[in-house]
T-cell receptor, first 113, second 116 residues
């Protein structure tokens, strides 16, 4: 079993739709949960982060973490064509020499005008 | 967020040669820098973590003699791919961390390496 699994997509939605992106993980030591957006041939850009279970909202984006189910989600409301990108979930846990960051493989999202 | 640059953005080299990639943190002091490798349609894979002024810590399966990492200052880390082979062709991305919040890392734009 991979440490982090993510719905592969690709996912195509019409403009204005609500998008749900999800990841599951196996390591209960993960403490920080992040979502990154990566445009083609660019480095990832941090969108949202949460610490432990709960919800966090930032504009059109809502991140949810359910540590009991080892499941995290990112919701995008009123999706726009500019949201078209690959979305990576990431998790980290503290280890002896710093943080252990593990990324999901990414879900490619296309928002069609 | 912080700005991280990488140079070069794209490089083509011949098999057997060495290539150096620079990662600079432009507006904050990065006590920690991370180097990742990304294959097409695959996730970022952490190669190594480097702390300023000390030796890098490599992930299991990453050859430290092949991927030389230097983090001599708080704003610069370099990755040198030595004796490159075609299978080293990949997208290499660095990130800079070290803020008060331990999850924080800011990514560079990446370097596309092609070994012919």
């Amino acid at each position: 079993q991979k440490e982090v699994e993510q719905d592969p997509g690709p996912l195509s939605v019409p403009e204005g739709a609500i998008v749900s992106l999800n990841c599951t993980y196996s390591n209960s030591a993960f403490q920080y949960f992040m979502w990154y957006r990566q445009y083609s041939r660019k480095g990832p850009e941090l969108l949202m982060y949460t610490y432990s279970s709960g919800n966090k909202e930032d504009g059109r984006f809502t991140a949810q973490v359910d540590k009991s189910s080892k499941y995290i989600s990112l919701f995008i409301r009123d999706s726009q064509p500019s949201d078209s990108a690959t979305y990576l979930c990431a998790m980290s846990a503290t280890r002896g020499y710093g943080q252990n960051f593990v990324f999901g493989p990414g879900t490619r999202l296309s928002v069609l005008p | 967020g912080a700005v991280v640059s990488q140079h070069p953005s794209r490089v083509i080299c011949k098999s057997g040669t060495s290539v150096k990639i620079e990662c600079r943190s432009l507006d904050f002091q990065a006590t920690t820098m991370f180097w990742y490798r990304q294959f097409p349609k695959q996730s970022l894979m952490l190669m190594a973590t480097s702390n300023e002024g000390s030796k890098a810590t490599y992930e299991q399966g990453v050859e430290k003699d092949k991927f030389l990492i230097n983090h001599a200052s708080l704003t610069l880390s370099t990755l040198t791919v030595t004796s490159a082979h075609p299978e080293d062709s990949s997208f290499y991305i660095c990130s800079a961390g070290g803020g008060a919040i331990t999850y924080e890392q800011y990514f560079g734009p990446g370097t596309r390496l092609t070994v012919t």
